[in-house]
């Protein structure tokens, strides 16, 4: 079974903050997804990393896929309010089955 | 309008009552899935499917029955309710990489 370990589970910081999250697998995925989750809404995909190595930026959020393919990480710039909300890490197989890390819950202070 | 819907948004049903979700997607994509999300789980696979007629289980698929007669729409139905099933469910539809989710169900079985 391929396992996707997030952390931290918990954040909370000011706003102006820098964070990173992170997401560990003992197994190679072909590909990385990040999502991003408001309360009472399905998750929306941020970003998909496929080559290891490869950096990925959106705005002020860096994402990097790990060189082995195994572990990717979620980088943010200034954290802002509207930044708050769970972040979902999750791994492609086939068919366009995902296996999801238990998510980050981020809570950004004004 | 174009996107995935689902129905009911919330439902309250008893122990041992069958019950169904509705999932709607207008994208005409090949693939849809049920996942159920709970605290300390994240989101976790029930089934999916590859196209009209086509399904099969995912990590969690016991006590539930899925149907793919139409490819835009992938009910999900709970046989006989139990507490256990008390989760919020998110139907998915995707063209094999990029994942769209619906708004999700919560259901409460007492």
Request: with cysteine.
């Amino acid at each position: 079974t391929q396992l996707l370990e997030q952390s931290p589970q918990f954040l909370s910081i000011q706003e102006g903050e820098n964070l990173t999250v992170y997401c560990n697998s003992s197994s190679v995925f072909s590909s990385l997804q990040w999502y991003r989750q408001e309360p009472g809404e399905g998750p929306v995909l941020l970003v998909t990393v496929v080559t290891g190595g490869e950096v990925k930026k959106l705005k002020r959020l860096t994402f990097q896929f790990g060189d082995a393919r195994k572990d990717s990480s979620l980088h943010i710039t200034a954290a802002q309010p509207g930044d708050t909300g769970l972040y979902l890490c999750a791994g492609l197989r086939s068919y366009g089955k995902l296996t999801f890390g238990q998510g980050t819950i981020l809570t950004v202070h004004p | 309008d174009a996107g995935i819907t689902q129905s009911p948004r919330y439902k309250i049903t008893e122990t041992g009552r069958q019950v169904t979700l509705m999932c709607h997607q207008t994208w005409s994509h090949s693939y849809m899935f049920w996942y159920r999300q709970d605290l300390g789980h994240g989101l976790r696979l029930i089934y999916y499917s590859a196209a009209a007629d086509i399904t099969d289980k995912g990590e969690v698929p016991d006590g539930y029955v899925v149907s793919r007669s139409k490819t835009e729409n992938f009910p999900l139905t709970l046989e006989s309710a139990t507490r256990s099933q008390t989760s919020v469910y998110f139907c998915a539809s995707s063209g094999g990489t990029d994942a769209f989710f619906g708004q999700g169900t919560r259901l409460t079985v007492v």
